[in-house]
């Protein structure tokens, strides 16, 4: 178990220092190696000696306990790369993973919500709180995350400073570090000076009461300091109950599909689209492709003389 450990930890720092890895993706990659390699000592073998019938036999394994096809292919993605990263190491002479071929992952189309349900959603905001500060609060959130499209967690940890002057774009620290700039709309910019106002008379709350002020635009006693993700999705199961929207149908990454595919919709850049979102590859910003295509044979199929 030490020597796979010691391999495991060597592949995740090289990872980090290649890739820039975020540790959500490191701890994933961790969890899931540390899995196969217990399993692998329950048929009293370790990484360096499993063969192609032990990771089949894994990969089986997951598929005997329930787990989905998505997680079963991150598995196997997970000892594919150790695997070639042990070759490129020399750590062994033959990369067992390397003719495995994985369970073939079905792409879905992101849950979307239309532009009246945006608006509901928007107005519902306003309403989400159980004192006036907080629902600006509220209301701000809901309109910067639509406004931007950021992911929940760069959201919650938005520096104060990073909307201070009246700015008219929006810098974002993403995954791996990576930064970019997205235009705040009007209706965004005023939530954020609102609430700006009840930022600035909480934070001299607490320096009257010898607190540091936050660094965060969303403070919260959490031990991140600000805001957390859980109670986010909370807020917006909240919002949805007051728009009279399924609950069901929305969760904070709803808000960011919905601003990809209104602005695909209404005539953006794919391009344009992948750089406001953050993604890497184009590959990942296409599937809003898919979210319009099925738009328009929607209407195709209601509205043309022959689709009856």
């Known amino acids: 178990m030490k020597q796979d450990t010691i391999w495991i930890e060597g592949f995740l720092e090289t990872i980090y220092a290649e890739r820039n890895a975020s540790k959500n993706t490191l701890l994933a990659y961790k969890r899931d190696l540390l899995a196969f390699s217990t399993f692998l000592r329950q048929r009293r073998k370790k990484l360096i000696t499993a063969t192609r019938t032990d990771i089949e036999a894994y990969i089986i ?28 190491e020399s750590i062994i002479v033959n990369n067992p993973a390397s003719e495995i071929k994985g369970p073939k992952t079905k792409r879905t189309l992101p849950s979307n919500l239309s532009e009246e349900d945006v608006n509901r959603l928007l107005e519902a905001s306003t309403k989400a709180g159980r004192s006036p500060g907080k629902k600006r609060r509220s209301s701000c959130l809901i309109q910067i995350l639509y406004a931007t499209g950021m992911r929940v967690s ?48 909480n934070q001299e709350k607490n320096r009257l009461k010898g607190k540091l002020a936050s660094k965060f635009l969303f403070p919260s006693n959490s031990k991140l300091g600000h805001l957390t993700r859980i109670r986010f999705y909370v807020l917006i199961k909240e919002i949805c109950l007051i728009a009279g929207i399924s609950p069901q149908k929305v969760s904070p990454h709803t808000l960011r599909h919905a601003f990809a595919s209104h602005l695909l919709a209404n005539g953006a850049d794919l391009r344009v689209i992948q750089m406001l979102l953050g993604h890497a590859d184009i590959a990942t910003t296409e599937i809003y492709t898919h979210v319009l295509d099925e738009k328009l044979k929607s209407l195709v199929f209601k509205n043309h003389p022959l689709a009856n």
């Open 61 to 88: 394994d997951l598929e005997i306990n329930g787990l989905a096809q998505a997680t079963r292919a991150r598995h196997l993605s997970a000892i594919k790369q150790i695997y070639r990263y042990g070759f490129e």
């Open 154 to 201: 760069e959201l919650v940890s938005l520096p104060v400073a990073s909307v201070r002057g009246d700015p008219q774009m929006l810098l974002i620290k993403g995954k791996g570090n990576k930064e970019r700039l997205v235009p705040l709309s009007t209706p965004a910019k005023m939530a954020i000076a609102v609430y700006l106002v009840d930022w600035e008379i």
